[in-house]
């Protein structure tokens, strides 16, 4: 069997298909996979189990970065072609089946949209493969001991880029986390100006790193200035 997955040019977006892409592989245990990324993005699937083929597909004017692409995956017939960038490609292909989605609905989460390309509920949840180089890259840069906490605040429009004080304010607040503290920092992010509360899932160690700390305590922080039970 052989699965084609498209997924998306930035970082984030790609993380986000992790889940539905896990989802496959346990599910077909002997497939091969083609994953196609962008640039940025195509290193988190490196490790990916059974990866036959990894395409880096950087945009160019007028679409045409799917022309190469298309001539290097139509030769064959795909078992299973999954397309999250909503392209006509899986329509040109040769495929006993087809899952297509687009940029879906801004008011509902990624990963719910792409859980139900399949019926899933819960949608499954993103997901990391490890190399030993990504270990050893790892080790070269972080030394051992306390745990890290990790917060990307860059982002591809910068409306949405954190300011570096409200990054170390957050931080706080996740280290010894209390209502007053979650209160004080959006408070101070909205008399800075901004308009976005504290976010924590800026990249996916910060996130995995918050939740099980959260769970070990029994407590889920949120940005509202509350807790969760």
């Known amino acids: 069997m052989r699965i084609l997955f ?3 040019t930035r970082i984030g977006d790609a993380v986000l298909s992790t889940g539905l892409l896990s989802y496959l592989i346990d599910r077909h245990p002997a497939a ?3 994953i196609a990324a962008g640039p940025v993005a195509a290193p988190l699937f490196e490790a990916v189990p ?3 083929r990894l395409d880096v597909i ?3 004017p007028w679409s045409a970065h799917w022309l190469p692409f298309y001539a290097a995956v139509v030769t064959r017939r795909w078992d299973l072609v999954v397309d999250l960038r909503g392209s006509v490609l899986a329509w040109l292909l040769r495929a006993g089946e087809r899952r297509v989605m687009a ?3 801004a008011r509902e989460h990624r990963v719910r949209q792409l859980g139900r390309l399949f019926d899933l509920d819960p949608p499954p949840s993103p997901r990391l493969w490890i190399a030993p180089h990504h270990e050893a890259a790892a080790s070269a840069l972080l030394s051992p001991g306390a745990p890290i906490l990790a917060i990307g605040p860059a982002a591809n429009w910068r409306g949405k880029e954190w300011r570096a004080d409200l990054g170390i304010l957050s931080s706080t607040c996740v280290d010894t986390p209390s209502p007053g503290c979650y209160a004080r920092a959006n408070a101070r992010l909205w008399q800075k ?3 976005a509360n504290i ?3 800026s990249s996916l160690a910060c996130s995995t790193w918050i939740h099980r700390r959260a769970h070990a305590s029994g407590r889920l922080p949120n940005t509202s200035g509350q807790r969760a039970p």
Do not use: N, Q, S
Request: glycine residues 10%.
């Open 103 to 105: 940029k879906g609905d």
């Open 6 to 8: 498209v997924t998306a």
């Open 50 to 52: 059974r990866l036959e």
């Open 193 to 195: 100006g901004t308009c």
């Open 199 to 201: 976010v924590y899932a």
């Open 58 to 60: 950087e945009k160019l």
């Open 32 to 34: 091969r996979l083609t």
